[in-house]
């Protein structure tokens, strides 16, 4: 590709070299370098591009994207921007020849319930022969094949990458879940959105966004950048913000919800053990939906995705039908063992308020006791601490019995992460056991429960590796219940 075409619509400074050249690749990792590629020096939190400028040329780099002045070889195209993370973004998808601007590009953002309300949707596309590609928590779904993913939304580059892909592949219809740092990283920047959903907003990720505040306006970006719809949660204090802020903006504002006014709400609600049941209303008539995962939570999840697939003109029977095909997903209230005695549920939960709706939803179905196995991931200064007592406020009060243990700990003092959870659960007078490895704290759980116990393994859900220091383990917990389970059998 040319040099120039490239750069279209990218606002820079020609500081040395030529634009009349072709480029066959770009990065943002100098390890990724190749000949004749582009290189773009993006400050990071720990690492700044601009020090492996000369390790990319040496691996062939002919042109470098910088924020900072640099000094380069005779014969290196350096080209200066305001934001090399914006810069990413738009050169990414000007290499890939813009492909969102080929598809119906669905976003989903919020704290709670991105994962489920994707594969509602996938259901409901393939109801009719649709494919639709996911990015996202789980991984990137394209046909039948799983991609994982290093990150929720994934860098720019890649993404674009697997934009193109997808429009290779044939498949006009994606849905992905934006995560606040790629809104606030500028990863989907220059991604052309028809439709922008939102689910919720709750407390996580403080450490890089501080405040709840400025959590809600990196989510709010995602609606600045839709064409067609913005889908919001009427229930939520911060979707009816957004209700507020969006009811005049172009593209067509719709609702769903239970308690406050909508266009799609849910009616005669009824809780069973293993799945939820009720009427959803639209402007265009009602029909009877069965979830086949229990709670209010797959209630809303469930109603996410049937607004956007009546946005996108499906009828309610292709919807009905393609929110009871889903039978499971991975790593939600999965019941990944059960017998006469005990059952055991595997859930990703990993806020405080999805902890508290994931206890919520089990206890009118639990005769004896519910006990928690849960730690909390790795996370710094005054935020991190106030999560670790939010979680185990919630334990102590929704669960009999806690066995705290570890989480993601990474670089982090797993023992003053367990302390800290240790000293908000006996706040709260919630009976706990401490088991450091999170294995022996699963056996433990095992052994101690008794007939009619519930066991709620929470915050990995469908994780299948556990991050202690710099080490990725394999931690797969569904295998691991049955690995115990058989040794005791």
Do not use: W
Not at 49 to 68: N, P, Q, W, Y
Not at 77 to 82: C, D, E, S, Y
Not at 368 to 376: D, N, P, Q, S, Y
Not at 428 to 446: P, S
Request: aromatic residues 8%.
């Amino acid at each position: 590709m040319l040099l120039t075409s490239l750069l279209k619509d990218l606002d820079y400074t020609l500081v040395k070299g030529d634009l009349h050249i072709e480029v066959s690749s770009i990065a943002f990792d100098s390890r990724e370098a190749s000949a004749n590629g582009v290189f773009v020096a993006i400050t990071g939190f720990s690492v700044d591009g601009h020090h492996f400028i000369e390790k990319a040329i040496a691996l062939g780099a002919t042109v470098v994207i910088v924020e900072k002045d640099v000094h380069v070889p005779a014969g290196i195209t350096v080209l200066q921007v305001n934001d090399t993370r914006e810069a990413l973004a738009l050169v990414s998808a000007n290499f890939y020849h813009r492909p969102t601007e080929q598809m119906n590009l669905l976003g989903i953002t919020g704290t709670n319930g991105k994962t489920s309300t994707t594969y509602f949707l996938k259901s409901i596309f393939e109801q009719t022969g649709t494919a639709l590609g996911i990015i996202g928590t789980i991984g990137t779904v394209i046909g039948d094949k799983l991609i994982q993913n290093k990150n929720t939304t994934p860098e720019s580059l890649y993404l674009q990458r697997i934009f193109a892909d997808m429009i290779e592949s044939h498949m006009k219809h994606c849905v992905m879940e934006v995560s606040s740092h790629a809104l606030n990283l500028k990863r989907v920047a220059h991604s052309s959105f028809k439709t922008g959903i939102f689910t919720n907003l709750t407390p996580d990720h403080l450490e890089l966004h501080h405040t709840m505040e400025e959590y809600f306006e990196a989510k709010a970006l995602l609606f600045d950048m839709t064409t067609d719809f913005n889908i919001i949660n009427a229930d939520d204090k911060f979707g009816r913000i957004l209700i507020d802020r969006l009811q005049h903006k172009g593209p067509k504002l719709v609702t769903y919800g239970i308690e406050q006014e909508a266009d799609i709400y849910a009616t005669d609600i009824t809780y069973y053990a293993d799945y939820t049941t009720y009427n959803v209303n639209t402007p265009k008539g009602s029909i009877a939906i069965k979830v086949n995962l229990p709670g209010t939570i797959y209630v809303y999840n469930s109603l996410a995705a049937i607004a956007t697939a009546y946005c996108n003109q499906f009828t309610l029977q292709q919807i009905a039908d393609g929110i009871l095909a889903v039978e499971g997903i991975k790593g939600r209230l999965e019941v990944v063992y059960q017998d006469e005695d005990t059952k055991i549920i595997v859930d990703f939960a990993h806020t405080e308020d999805s902890l508290e709706k994931a206890l919520k939803t089990i206890r009118p179905f639990t005769k004896g006791k519910i006990i928690l196995v849960f730690g909390v991931y790795a996370s710094d200064g005054e935020s991190g601490t106030e999560k670790r007592r939010a979680m185990a406020k919630v334990a102590a009060t929704f669960a009999d019995f806690s066995v705290i243990t570890s989480d993601n700990p990474k670089e982090q003092d797993n023992n003053l992460i367990i302390r800290e959870i240790i000293e908000g659960v006996e706040a709260y007078n919630g009976a706990y056991e401490a088991v450091i490895d999170r294995r022996d704290a699963i056996a433990f759980a095992i052994d101690i429960s008794r007939k009619d116990d519930v066991i709620l393994i929470a915050g990995k859900g469908h994780e299948t590796s556990q991050i202690i220091g710099k080490t990725e383990i394999p931690f797969n917990e569904s295998e691991i219940v049955r690995e115990i389970k058989l040794k005791t059998m």
